[in-house]
């Protein structure tokens, strides 16, 4: 089962169940993947800052411990607006380098409001093989980074060939995001 959290639906998680597809010796009833979306670390027009993502994540530790007391949990995440923060801090950074840096900040950032619940963790960095002629790469659609106007995603565009796009009533840079191969 995977489980997307996003704060309108964390509290809803816990009630939820899959029926096993595989053998474990767990005691534990299932195994679940939940999906914590990279926007579910920063609330939108809040600067996104390590702190903002520590107390986001302590809120929804609590559910998850309790998803974790019943089953076997995987916990996965987004990290759009995490690389696209670190790629302004280091525009000489690939985004396979930003990426990683990101994952570990994430994977960081979680596994202490989990442990604050009484939840043990392994965060892993993972790498992946892509396609490099997938037309994601010629049509970026991955929104990274932070909230722009109009006059201010022009702006950004035009002096560093970012690709911007519409993110509701604001701009955001997308990068391309070509499913995984391997």
């Known amino acids: 089962m995977l489980i997307s959290l996003t704060r309108q639906s964390i509290t809803r998680v816990a009630s939820q169940s899959a029926k096993r597809s595989y053998s474990s010796?767990?005691?534990?009833?299932?195994?679940?993947?939940?999906?914590?979306?990279?926007?579910?670390?920063?609330?939108?027009?809040?600067?996104?800052?390590?702190?903002?993502?520590?107390?986001?994540?302590?809120?929804?530790?609590?559910t998850i411990a309790k998803l974790a007391s019943e089953h076997e949990l995987v916990l996965t995440h987004g990290n759009g607006p995490q690389v696209g923060e670190l790629a302004l801090e280091r525009s000489a950074a690939t985004f396979d380098v930003l990426g990683a840096e990101s994952m570990g900040q994430i994977g960081y950032v979680l596994a202490q409001a989990l442990s604050s619940a009484g939840v043990t963790t392994a965060p892993i960095i993972c790498q992946v093989v892509v396609d490099p002629q997938h037309e994601a790469f010629r049509d970026p659609s991955k929104f990274v980074g932070p909230i722009y106007g109009a006059k201010e995603a022009t702006a950004l565009s035009q002096s560093l060939g970012w690709v911007m796009k519409p993110d509701g009533e604001y701009f955001r840079r997308v990068v391309p995001s070509p499913p995984p191969k391997e």
């Open 25 to 62: 010796t767990s005691p534990l009833s299932d195994r679940i993947v939940v999906a914590v979306g990279g926007n579910a670390l920063q609330r939108r027009g809040e600067r996104l800052t390590i702190e903002n993502m520590l107390k986001a994540a302590a809120d929804m530790a609590p």
